[in-house]
């Protein structure tokens, strides 16, 4: 069981990534899942997520209208599209998968190993 994050970088602010979170050894249509962010000397929080058949998402609001949460069951593969990105963006960022719809962090039980993002000129 494995959860493979990638697409991480070094970006300028106003720049974009596409962050990739590929599952193995489980089917992640069987799940909700979500993206979440952890800054030097701050708790990990939640960026965003989405249900099993995609039908709902949800975002923090420190990333609305610039991050796009999408999945590929079919993939197996879950994505975070980063538009506009910031300085305060700079965090490790985490995939994870849970039972559940939810944005709380305590809810996913399943953790990829994360991939850094530098938002800096």
């Known amino acids: 069981v494995l959860l493979q994050a990638s697409g991480g970088g070094l970006v300028q602010p106003g720049g974009s990534l596409r962050l990739s979170c590929a599952a193995s050894?489980?089917?992640?249509?069987?799940?909700?899942i979500g993206w979440f962010r952890q800054a030097p000397g701050k708790e990990r929080e939640g960026v965003s997520c989405i249900s099993r058949s995609a039908g709902n998402t949800d975002y923090a609001d420190s990333v609305k209208g610039r991050f796009t949460i999408s999945r590929d069951n079919a993939k197996n593969t879950m994505y975070l599209q980063m538009n506009n990105l910031k300085r305060e963006d700079t965090a490790v960022y985490y995939c994870a998968r849970g039972p559940r719809f939810s944005s709380s962090v305590e809810d996913y039980n399943y953790w990829g190993q994360g991939t850094l993002v530098t938002v800096s000129s």
């Open positions: 050894g489980f089917g992640l249509n069987y799940y909700a």
